[in-house]
């Protein structure tokens, strides 16, 4: 029993990390339409920064949150506009032009650090919290409140500010949302920025847990589309929920199974909801191909 | 809806035309070989240039004329690659017939696998086939009986032409060339042929081709199959090429998978000579950046990489073959 909580509580633990890495990826996808291959690579810029800051000027990653944000809401600005307002209607080229960009950012943090492991665990990652006799590291809960409190952030802003039903109009459909007087490409450059932004707050808070390397981005990305793709595209709750499904199903295949094949569980559910239910267990029926291949 | 681009609609000209046409500016391609004759490391890096381009020739197939973008050619490749060099080494069986197994079990897993993630439209299908390439990737890992595990297979240097092992760097190079030859024929006479006016159709329009009584899946289906046989007969041809097996250098997606449809990119999408164009731009820049750069940069070569694919997203969309045609055709339209 004390096994079976043990796997439980680190199974969700994990599963708060992907819910913060893929809420704004959930949001860019289901909103502008773009799947960002490069997410995992704006959540490894964010923790190479936060880091930066801890080195250079001794500020630690729970203060450089606020920091590392909008830096990355800025740079999540330029890319959305240089390189995806371009492409907006051509899915192959975007699919080309954000794997161009996380081989870019990857490469470019390599050649910056040399490919020197860098790591802020030592600082931070010690401290342990006693809940109810089972042991969880302090920082893995920051990160599960944290991913806890920005979904429900997210679902006010998107229920009850106009900027939010503004972007749940263009969810639903972009041609009316344009007719009812939305501006549909600011909409996106916000929403983009803003799920960068997300990713920064990921980066900061993720800096303590995992040893900073440039290839790490490659761990959160394909778990982060398993939970959209599960969650249900452009649904926060979904992100939310999807995140804490998928950290429990793989705590619990790599006790049970092998850690060694978790990739290939996450393959299992993926390619099963994909072919069950296309458009997830809370997203909207058909939404996967709207606006795929619409003008405007 | 856009309008058809240059190479979409078929033109007037005959199957024996466009065979023809393909075929010379293949044998342009022995140019630089013949340029680079008796340069050992030159050489060696065309015999690579010729085996991307018919592997992105083949990836063309259902990426380009179909609008399928699959980030999982990979996996057909490895296959390909680990059943050659284990029919050799354990079965003694010579690469020359172990490709042909090797292709059909590359071609029946690809259906296999496609059966239900052809649903999936769009990005959807590409980051499904990610999550395929990903998955086999851990699996290869994972099976080291077959595969060797990470330590990978090593195949033993027995040099002789039934092995497909020579220590002269041209026989590789010729060998590559031919293969590269034989794909991009077969893409030329798709691209004349029933299947690859259905492909280009369900690229443009898949409700409209269903519409107009093409079995989408059915046909999805085919050009797949083509596609990863011939992607299988590649990998053979590498694993007794490198002869070092082991999963990185087969499933790491911006050397393989997505290199492919990168060289296709460059090329041109969708044309018969552009994966060939595009692998002979792209394999000697990146050898020639990972020479001069990574050296003093780690990772620089790649860091070019990255950007010109950015770049070629946004400004070279119909790539070289496809700005010249363009070129050429507003000249002979001014004319």
Known sequence: METFLNILLSGILLGGIYSLVSIGLNLIFGVVRIVNFAQGELVMLAMYATYFCFAKFGIGPYYAVFLVAPLMFLLGLVVQRLVLQPLQNEPMMQIFATFGLLILFENSVLAITRGEGYSLAGAYSRAVVDIFGLQASLSRIIVFLAATTIAAALMLFLQHTMAGKAIRAVIQDRQSARLMGINVSRTYLLTFALGTALAGVAGALLAPIYTLSPYIGGNFILAAFAVVVL???????GAYLGGLAV???????????????????WFIIFVAVLVLRPSGLMGQAGAEEVGLREQG | MRAPTQGELAGPRSLGRTLVQAAGLVLLGLVPLGLLWGNGYWVNILATAYLFAALAASWN???????????GHGVFFAIGAYTVARLYLDLGLTPWLGVFPAAALAMVVALLISWPT????????????MAINEACFALANYSDRITGGPRGILVPFRAGFSNMIFIERWKYALLMFGFMAIVVLITAWLRRARLGHYLMAVRADEDAAAAAGINVLRVKLQGMALSAFLTGI???LFAMYVRVLDPPSLFTLPDIGVKFAL???????GTIIG???????IVPLENFLRGSLS???PGGHLIVLGAVLVIAALFLKRGVVGAFLGVARRRRGAS
Do not use: N
């Open chain 1, 231 to 237: 969650g249900g595209l452009g649904s926060v709750p």
């Open chain 1, 247 to 265: 950290g429990l199903m793989e705590s619990f295949a790599g006790y049970y199974v092998d850690p060694a094949l978790k990739q290939a569980i």
């Open chain 2, 61 to 71: 197939i259902i990426g380009g004329f179909g609008g399928q973008f699959s980030l």
């Open chain 2, 118 to 129: 052809f649903r999936l439209r769009g990005p959807f299908f590409a980051i499904a086939t």
């Open chain 2, 234 to 236: 590649g990998g053979g």
């Open chain 2, 263 to 269: 060289i296709t990119l460059i090329g041109g999408i």
């Open chain 2, 275 to 281: 994966p060939v164009v595009g692998a002979i731009l």
């Open chain 2, 295 to 297: 050296g003093d940069i």
